[in-house]
């Protein structure tokens, strides 16, 4: 569990830092240290994309549709660009928006992108076509629900900047581990696929809709 220990100073100052069991306590500095609010705020990104199963199982379905390659460069390349945008947008408070109804608009992301990949694919559609410009798109709903998340730890006044962009890194570091334990895991599974039947190939994806479906119905329950 992180908390945020906040202090202001009778020079006006405000002083913030993250705690949690490991670092039960904060001393107060002369002076904020960027290096600091850098280390919490990076490894409040990783901790949350590592832990936000949503936004994982969303790349998880990206890396089934773009395939291999260039491909999946591109296509999380393009979830990370969209993504960012809507972060710092949020954030910064240019584009604001209500937490609940982000929540439920990202669970239909899902939901939607592992309609796709249970099409037999005969017809390929824009989404297989061009992954990437998909993953841009949907990206910036993630992002506005990372931001969501930010908000509820706040930032530090005089350094969110740094803080922001450090959270931004810790996302796209966690985000990068994910996708190598896939592929990792992907390649050492990849002669067995050709002597699974079908039913067993497609558990993957059911269980991702599955999933996806009951975050609409508890989310939209929620919001109403």
């Known amino acids: 569990i992180n908390a945020i220990a906040r202090v202001r100073l009778a020079d006006g100052r405000v002083l913030q830092a993250v705690l949690d ?119 910036l709903l993630h992002g506005l629900g990372f931001a969501g998340a930010l908000r509820e730890v706040g930032l530090p006044e005089g350094e969110i900047p740094p803080a922001l962009l450090a959270f931004n890194l810790g996302i796209e570091a966690g985000q990068l581990l994910f996708v190598a334990a896939v592929l990792v895991v992907a390649a050492a599974l990849r002669p067995l696929r050709t002597r699974l039947p079908a039913t067993v190939a497609a558990v993957p994806v059911n269980a991702m809709g599955a999933l996806a479906a009951y975050w609409c119905f508890e989310r939209a329950a929620a919001l109403w």
């Open 21 to 139: 069991s490991a670092t039960p306590r904060y001393v107060v500095p002369e002076r904020p240290a960027v290096t600091a609010v850098l280390h919490d705020y990076a490894g409040l990104g990783v901790e949350h994309i590592l832990f936000g199963f949503d936004h994982l199982l969303f790349v998880f379905g990206l890396l089934l549709l773009a395939g291999n390659g260039r491909r999946v460069v591109a296509t999380v390349t393009a979830f990370t660009l969209g993504h960012s945008v809507t972060l710092a947008l949020a954030t910064l408070g240019v584009a604001p928006l209500p937490s609940a109804p982000v929540e439920l608009l990202i669970a239909l992301t899902i939901l939607w992108l592992a309609v796709e990949l249970a099409d037999d694919g005969r017809r390929p559609s824009w989404m297989r076509r061009r992954p990437w410009a998909m993953a841009a798109g949907f990206g």
